[in-house]
C-alpha cells in the first residue's frame, strides 16, 4: 500500500511492464456470457416466426427494438464513465439482460418480446463501454492484444448461441431460455470481483490521466474527418455482418434445404471464424499499426462476399469461413485506432463504435427484413455483398505513429 500511495503521477499513468492476463481473461469470459445471452435473441428468430407468425419485417422490427436500446445509451453511458467511472454498473447490467430472457421466455404476445428485446438491448448497453475500460486498463499498453482478448470472449459467446439454440432451446422449447439466467448470476457474481479491482485501481488513474492525456497528435479537423471514416468503415462490416447473423439460416434453410438445427450449425461455424478473426487482429495491429489491418480486412474480403450468393453448399460455408476470419479482425483495430484519435475518452470512443455496432445491425435488420419480404433472401446477400467495397475508405485514413 505504501508503494502505491508514494507513486509519482508519472507512474500511475506509465503503463505495465505486462499485461493483467487474470483480468482480461476474466472480463472476456464476462463478456462471452454477456454476449452468449445476447445472441440467443438473434438464434430464437425461426422459432418465433413459426409460433407467433411473424413476418420478416416484424422479426427486423424486433432486432431494431433490440439493437438500437443498445446502440443509443452507450455512447451516453461512455461518456457519463468518462468523467465518472461505475464499476459495479457491470453486475447491473447483468440484471438488466437476466431479465430479458425470463420475459423472452414467458412471452406470448408480441408486445412482449419487444420488451424483453429491450431489456436485453439496455443490458448490452451498460456491459460494454466500462468492460472495454477495464480491458484497456489491464492492457499493460497492448492496446490492441487486450482489445483482441476482450472482444474475443464476445464473439465466441455470439458462435455459442446457434449451438445453444440448436441442441437445447429446441428440443426443450422457448421456455428453456429461463436456464441461461445461470449465465447472468454467474457474470453478475465475477464482475462484482472485477468492479471492486476496478474501483482499486482507477480512481487516482482517472483523475491523472484527465491531466496528463496527451492531446490529439492531428488537428480537430482531421481527427471529425479520419472518425466519419471509421463509422462509414463500421457501417460496411457490421451491415454485412447483419445480413448473415439474422438471415444466414434462413438463407441456407431456403436456398439449400437444410433443416434448422443443420443451419444452426453452420452460422456457429461461421461465427467461430469471426472469433479466430478477432483474436488475430489485434495483435497484429499492435505489430503493423491498426490502419493497415482496417484497410487489408475490409477491402480483401470483398472478392469472398461477391462469390457467396452464387455457391454451391460446400462453397457457400468455406466462403463464411473466410469471411467471417477476414472481416471480423478488423474491430479491435477500429477501436484502438479510434481511442489513438481520441486520448482520454475511451469510454465514449467504445460506447459510440459498440453502439454503432448495434444500432447500424438493428436498422439493417430490420430494412433487410422488410426487403426479404418484398423479394428474397436471396437478394439481401446479392446486395450486402458489395459492402465491403466501402473499404477503399481506408486509404483516407491519417497514419499515426505505427502506420
Known amino acids: 500500500m505504501s508503494t502505491t500511495t508514494a507513486a509519482s503521477p508519472a507512474s500511475l499513468v506509465r503503463p505495465a511492464l505486462q499485461p493483467s492476463y487474470g483480468v482480461l481473461g476474466a472480463i472476456s469470459f464476462c463478456h462471452l456470457l454477456n454476449d452468449m445471452m445476447q445472441a440467443l435473441l438473434i438464434s ?3 422459432i418465433l416466426k ?16 433490440y439493437q438500437l436500446t443498445a446502440s443509443l445509451l452507450q455512447p451516453l453511458i461512455g461518456a457519463a464513465t ?3 467511472p461505475m464499476p459495479y454498473s457491470l453486475s447491473m447490467g447483468m440484471v438488466s439482460t437476466g431479465s430479458g430472457l425470463l420475459l423472452l421466455a414467458g412471452a406470448s404476445t408480441y408486445p412482449v418480446l419487444l420488451a424483453g428485446a429491450m431489456f436485453l438491448g439496455i443490458g448490452s448497453s451498460v456491459f460494454h463501454p466500462e468492460a472495454s475500460r ?3 486498463l489491464a492492457s499493460g499498453g497492448r492496446h490492441g492484444l487486450a482489445q483482441s482478448v476482450f472482444q474475443v470472449g464476445g464473439n465466441f459467446g455470439q458462435a455459442l448461441g446457434p449451438l445453444l439454440m440448436a441442441f437445447v432451446v429446441l428440443p426443450h422449447g422457448k421456455g428453456s431460455l429461463a436456464w441461461f439466467c445461470l449465465a447472468a448470476l454467474t457474470a453478475m457474481t465475477l464482475l462484482g470481483v472485477l468492479g471492486r ?7 487516482a488513474r482517472v483523475s491523472v490521466q484527465r491531466r496528463a492525456a496527451p492531446a490529439s497528435v492531428l488537428p480537430a479537423r482531421r481527427v471529425a474527418w479520419a472518425i466519419g471514416i471509421l463509422l462509414a468503415l ?37 461465427l467461430g471464424a ?26 480483401g474480403v470483398l472478392p469472398f462476399t461477391l462469390a457467396l450468393p ?9 466462403l463464411s469461413v473466410v469471411i467471417g476470419l477476414v472481416l471480423s479482425s478488423a474491430f479491435s483495430a477500429i477501436v484502438v485506432y479510434a481511442q489513438e484519435l481520441v486520448p482520454g475518452r475511451v469510454g465514449m470512443i467504445s460506447g459510440l463504435f459498440f453502439g454503432l455496432a448495434f444500432g447500424v445491425g438493428g436498422v439493417a435488420a430490420a430494412a433487410m427484413g422488410w426487403l426479404a419480404d418484398a423479394t428474397s433472401v436471396r437478394t439481401v446477400f446479392e446486395l450486402c455483398a458489395f459492402l465491403p467495397a466501402i473499404g477503399l475508405l481506408a486509404g483516407f485514413l491519417p497514419r499515426m505513429s505505427r502506420g
Open 310 to 318: 452464387h455457391a454451391g453448399l460446400n462453397a457457400t460455408v468455406a
Open 234 to 270: 463500421m457501417f460496411s462490416k457490421f451491415v454485412y455482418m447483419a445480413s448473415m447473423g439474422n438471415y444466414y439460416v434462413f438463407y441456407l434453410m431456403e436456398h439449400f434445404g437444410l433443416t434448422q438445427a443443420q443451419a444452426q450449425v453452420d452460422l456457429f461455424v461461421f
Open 50 to 65: 413459426t409460433g407467433f407468425d411473424l413476418s420478416f419485417g416484424q422479426i427486423g422490427v424486433l432486432s431494431l427494438v
Open 44 to 46: 430464437l428468430y425461426p
Open 197 to 203: 479491482w476496478y474501483q482499486l485501481r482507477l480512481a
Open 82 to 84: 468518462d468523467r465518472r
Open 274 to 299: 469471426g472469433v479466430v478473426g478477432i483474436l488475430i487482429g489485434g495483435p497484429i495491429g499492435d505489430r503493423i499499426g491498426p490502419r493497415r489491418v482496417i484497410w487489408g480486412s475490409i477491402l
Open 134 to 136: 477495464i480491458a484497456r
